[in-house]
Nanobody
Framework: QVQLVESGGGLVQAGGSLRLSCLAS????????MGWYRQAPDKQRELVAH???????LYARSVKGRFTISRDNAKNTVYLQMNSLKPEDTAVYYC?????????WGQGTQVTVSS
């Protein structure tokens, strides 16, 4: 089992930056895919970005070029650097750990971008 704890959310003005962190309760080096998802009010949860154990990354079209996902296996942590934030980025951001036998979620962290 893997417990995930997100941090780093908050209120920021449009154009600003935030860095989210996701601390896992055990080593993430062998986890196939670590990702960030978000859910805005009255909308479905959507993929923001993920990174594989081999370091390959995938981004949603809406965040490509603005957000960067990275993982530090030594610290059991995944990061999401968010730059040039827009009001439409406002959502609860969730960390995800996915492998063939499991799919774990964190409790989420709120990101609010004011215009």
């Amino acid at each position: 089992q893997v417990q995930l704890v997100e941090s780093g959310g908050g209120l920021v003005q449009a154009g600003g930056s935030l860095r989210l962190s996701c601390l896992a309760s055990r080593s993430i080096s062998s986890i196939n895919r670590m990702g960030w998802y978000r859910q805005a009010p009255d909308k479905q949860r959507e993929l923001v970005a993920h990174i594989t154990s081999g370091g390959f990354t995938l981004y949603a079209r809406s965040v490509k070029g603005r957000f960067t996902i990275s993982r530090d296996n030594a610290k059991n942590t995944v990061y999401l650097q968010m730059n040039s934030l827009k009001p439409e980025d406002t959502a609860v951001y969730y960390c995800n750990a996915y492998d063939i036998n499991y799919n774990y979620w964190g409790q989420g962290t709120q990101v609010t971008v004011s215009s």
